[in-house]
């Protein structure tokens, strides 16, 4: 009998939604990566639900998640 191996992951799947890719959202501008965007709340009873954004960055310019 053979002993078990595990191999692996190469990838780690979490449940719930993706990240945005930036793969192509820069055209030639390398590298691009995916930058998080927090917004400032106005109060702290607010910090809980307060909004978050991504945006593809590249050299210091942004572009839009496509």
Do not use: W
């Not at 719930?16 to 702290?44: E, K, N, Q, Y």
């Amino acid at each position: 009998m053979k002993p078990l191996t595990h191999k692996r992951a190469d990838t780690l799947q979490v449940a719930g939604s993706s990240l945005p890719d930036c793969t192509h959202a820069c055209g030639s501008c390398t590298p691009c990566r995916l930058v998080m965007v927090s917004f400032v709340c106005s109060s702290i009873e607010e910090a809980e639900t307060c909004p978050i954004a991504y945006k593809c960055m590249c050299h210091n310019k942004s572009y839009p998640v496509p």
